[in-house]
T-cell receptor, first 110, second 112 residues
Framework: DAGVTQSPTHLIKTRGQQVTLRCSPK?????VSWYQQALGQGPQFIFQ???????QRGNFPDRFSGHQFPNYSSELNVNALLLGDSALYLC?????????FGPGTRLTVL | QKEVEQNSGPLSVPEGAIASLNCTYS??????FFWYRQYSGKSPELIMF????GDKEDGRFTAQLNKASQYVSLLIRDSQPSDSATYLC????????????FGSGTKLNVKP
């Protein structure tokens, strides 16, 4: 049983560019959440998708958007990248209350 | 005020000792509480969860919850060098039922 998978592992972009990160949830999980984790900080909630709709959103600007597909996989899109967007982006899938994280995507914005 | 607060550490304990990690939360309606372990450069790994007042034990780990004091703790008995990591406290429920709020983590160093 595969756990949560994310791609790519690492990504380097320049300011102003756009990026798409991908996530496949753990088998049987229908809810996907995205987090941003800056160095030395805990994960910060970006948003959560359930039944292909954004169910909950954290304090992130509209430059951060997402999508969930019928197979429950999800994408995180970030437009007009800023240097401050450099972070580890974590996808987590859940069924009811327990949440498991993927390995993350390390995004570096130059 | 942050939703979840942890002492950033580092907390240093000798091998074989008990490590005690603490967390407080602000939303009194919070319902579920989680401890994650995160090794440097890796993603968080779920260790334990608790949702009832009292203690919950799993191997060398014990989670303790006191909802009246809005306090959660994690005890690690017989600490090993491999336990050296950052421990994240996460809280779910309350006014934003579907959101997990994380603390900034406590770095634990277990010295051989």
């Amino acid at each position: 049983d595969a756990g949560v998978t994310q791609s790519p592992t690492h990504l380097i972009k320049t300011r102003g560019q756009q990026v798409t990160l991908r996530c496949s949830p753990k088998s049987g999980h229908d809810t996907v959440s995205w987090y941003q984790q800056a160095l030395g900080q805990g994960p910060q909630f970006i948003f959560q998708y359930y039944e292909e709709e954004e169910r909950q959103r954290g304090n992130f600007p509209d430059r951060f958007s997402g999508h969930q597909f019928p197979n429950y996989s999800s994408e995180l899109n970030v437009n007009a990248l800023l240097l401050g967007d450099s972070a580890l982006y974590l996808c987590a899938s859940s069924l009811e209350w327990e949440q498991f994280f993927g390995p993350g995507t390390r995004l570096t914005v130059l | 005020q942050k939703e979840v607060e942890q002492n950033s550490g580092p907390l240093s304990v000798p091998e074989g000792a008990i490590a005690s990690l603490n967390c407080t939360y602000s939303d009194r309606g919070s319902q579920s509480f989680f401890w994650y372990r995160q090794y440097s450069g890796k993603s968080p790994e779920l260790i334990m969860f608790i949702y009832s007042n009292g203690d919950k034990e799993d191997g060398r780990f014990t989670a303790q919850l006191n909802k009246a004091s809005q306090y959660v703790s994690l005890l690690i008995r017989d600490s090993q060098p491999s336990d050296s990591a950052t421990y994240l406290c996460a809280v779910k429920g309350g006014y934003n039922f579907n959101k997990f709020y994380f603390g900034s983590g406590t770095k634990l160093n277990v010295k051989p």
